[in-house]
């Protein structure tokens, strides 16, 4: 399959922005800007980025607490992703939900959640929504390995599958959850088999190759746009850092990182760019710099964002105080 140049190279971009993005929240907690904990997507760009790529931007996304990227891919505006991880009024929760619980319906993205496998219902029934409702939408659902584990993988899956939705289940196998390895958790050694228990399509691919996602996604959102039911597409891939803030990662050999480094997804997308006659270096260096005045001028926007009024902090609340 070959795509516009042009929008290979914003997708490209669009990676660098993702990493560009984690690299300075990581300068700003250091600096104490922004409190609290986060999980980076390092090293898992590819996905989000390929994934969402095979989407009409009306279709639906839902996340897991590693959702920079997933947010960034669905076309969230940095300044105000930006605004809500330093507790903004114009972040996209007000400032009140942080990194792990952010939505905005009006671009399609249902939200990111901190309880593990806690969106596969969700979007599970968003996409019974879809199906009721014939919009034609299709719903993209992000989850890891590690949420393969949780009751709500099995029942959301399984009722995606009987009823035939329009969903693709999109897991992102790092092979870890927090400091536990896949085989630990499991004795399938290909995520992907767990499609068959339900009767459901699953393929396997490399998560690193935004071109590989990109492909199994684009074929996946076609079946369940068509009617023919769900996908679960597992994607092998790595995070290039810590579970969260405070992970050392001293339960990973420095020989399984570097040998990951070096599949790293932003240089394996460059690499094929410029082989494919696609962006030379000069190219390449300016859409970086691109990337990075996109994010230095969210941080402007951020830290120039008004604070929450204090006379607000009952707002929203479902319990009576
Ligand atoms: C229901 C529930 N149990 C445990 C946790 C603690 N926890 C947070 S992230 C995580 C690991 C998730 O692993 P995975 O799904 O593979 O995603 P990854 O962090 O690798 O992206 C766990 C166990 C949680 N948030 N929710
Ligand atoms: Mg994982």
Not at 8 to 33: C, N, P, Q, W
Not at 197 to 226: H, I, K, L, P
Request: glycine share 12%; with cysteine; charged share 20%.
């Amino acid at each position: 399959m070959s795509y516009p140049a042009k929008e290979l190279v914003a997708h490209y971009r669009l990676m660098v922005t993702i990493r560009e993005f984690e690299e300075a929240l990581d300068e700003l907690f250091s600096k104490g800007l922004i409190g609290g904990t986060s999980h980076f997507c390092r090293g898992q760009e590819a996905c989000a980025v390929g994934a969402v790529a095979a989407l009409e931007a009306s279709d639906l996304v839902t996340s897991n607490h590693r959702g920079h990227g997933h947010f960034i891919a669905k076309g969230a505006e940095l300044g105000r992703l930006m605004a809500e991880l330093m507790g903004k009024r114009e972040g996209y929760s007000g400032g009140r939900g942080g990194s792990q619980h952010m939505a905005a319906f009006d671009i399609g993205f249902l939200g990111s959640n901190g309880i593990t496998g806690g969106m596969i219902p969700v979007a599970t029934g968003a996409a019974l929504t879809q199906k009721l409702q014939k919009t034609g939408r299709v719903v993209l659902c992000f989850f890891g390995d590690g949420a393969c584990g949780q009751g709500a993988f099995h029942e959301g899956v399984n009722m995606g599958a009987v009823w035939e939705l329009p969903i693709v289940y999109f897991l992102e196998n790092n092979l870890y959850a927090m400091s536990t390895h896949v085989v630990e958790n499991f004795k399938v050694t290909e995520l992907a088999q767990f499609a068959s228990s339900y009767g459901m399509t699953g393929v396997s691919v490399d998560g690193n190759d935004y071109f590989a996602v990109r492909e199994a996604a684009a074929e996946a959102v076609a079946q369940a746009r068509s009617g023919a039911g769900p996908t679960l597409i597992e994607a092998r891939t790595y995070r290039m850092c810590g579970h969260s803030k405070s992970d050392q990662c001293e339960y990973r050999s420095d020989e399984e990182e570097a040998s990951w480094a070096a599949r790293d997804p932003l240089s394996v997308m460059k690499g094929r760019l410029i082989a494919d006659g696609i962006m030379d270096e000069a190219n390449a260096a300016a859409v970086e710099q691109q990337a990075a005045g996109d994010v230095a001028e969210a941080i402007e926007f951020a830290r120039q964002a008004a604070e929450p009024d204090p006379d607000t902090v009952t707002d929203d609340l479902f319990a009576d105080l």
